[in-house]
């Protein structure tokens, strides 16, 4: 079942049945502009999760003492898009072998992280690390946080879609031509 929303002259369709994924990637300007163009992402937003500062702003986060990432929020619809695609995607469009740091971006801020929503995306998460470790296809290994979901506080509203509203803007993420499967021996 779906319901239909009309919001300043667009339409757009929620399923019911929706999901939400967390992930960190490095800045997340070039995360969520990545992830809003997969069919069945229904909506993205960026902010600050995995710290301890409550409703932490931009400002604070260069020092890396708000124990926050930059992350996004994605709400999906699983009837169009998986979670385990949602994983393969992520582990491909950044390089999760670097502690800490996503192109020019260095920093606890910066790092490599899925937050988990449930235990089955947490084991789901957990098989899909391990499955990248396994094949080998980043030389290093993976170093991706994976921790349940914490409270996601929403970044400023100048973040928001920030690729979309300043084409061009900085961005380091793109999809590598990688595959996770094993080769058979």
């Known amino acids: 079942m779906k319901k239909l929303i009309l919001l300043s002259s667009f339409i757009f369709t929620f399923s019911l049945h929706a999901e939400v994924a967390t992930f960190a990637a490095g800045c997340f300007w070039g995360t969520e502009e990545f992830f809003r163009k997969i069919p069945g992402v229904q909506k993205t937003e960026v902010g600050y999760t995995g710290g301890k500062t409550s409703n932490p702003k ?44 996503q192109g020019n971006d260095e920093g606890n801020q910066y790092r490599s992280a899925i937050f988990t929503h449930g235990p089955e995306q947490m084991k789901k998460a957990l098989a899909f690390k391990n499955k990248v470790d396994q094949s080998k296809a980043w030389k290093k290994p993976v170093v991706t946080e994976i921790t349940e979901a914490k409270k996601f506080w929403r970044a400023e509203e100048y973040h928001q879609k920030y690729l979309v509203k300043n084409p061009g803007g900085y961005d380091n993420h793109y999809l590598r031509q990688i595959s996770f499967e094993t080769k058979k021996k």
């Open 58 to 101: 931009y400002d604070e986060m260069h020092d890396g003492h708000t124990g926050h990432a930059e992350s996004v929020e994605i709400t999906f619809d699983p009837k169009v898009v998986s979670y385990e695609f949602l994983l393969d995607q992520f582990f491909k469009m950044h390089d999760p072998t670097t502690l800490n740091r």
